[in-house]
């Protein structure tokens, strides 16, 4: 995992499961994608919550487990904590076109 990080982190895409297990427990996966458009793994954390605080500790030990080295771009869910906890990197964020699309009709089907 260490390696491909460092190979491979132009983009770092950070999901969390939510409530997908008995104990209601999130799973973050830090993931991104290889030259052959397979998807590598970078790292996982558990967490109680979806808070700023969680995120930012999650995000924090992650970078610290990679020689401090940041992605040229976050991809998210667009989970307003995880923006929040990613914004003091001053790093670009993105929302996951999948996110994007899913909330699209529900927020602006309107103007269709």
Not at 84 to 112: E, M, N, Y
Request: contains cysteine; proline residues 2%.
């Amino acid at each position: 995992m260490f390696n491909n990080f460092k190979l491979l982190s132009n983009f770092l895409l950070i999901y969390t499961t939510y409530q997908t297990n008995q104990y209601q427990i999130q799973l973050l996966v830090f993931s991104g994608i290889t030259a052959e458009g397979k998807n590598t793994l970078f790292g996982l954390a558990l967490a109680n919550d979806e808070t700023i605080e969680t995120y930012k500790w999650a995000l924090d030990r992650f970078i610290e487990c990679h020689e401090n080295k940041l992605p040229d771009i976050f991809v998210t869910d667009g989970d307003l904590a995880q923006f929040r906890a990613i914004s003091d990197t001053k790093v670009c964020q993105i929302i996951c076109q999948w996110h994007l699309l899913r909330g699209f009709p529900c927020h602006f089907g309107f103007l269709v």
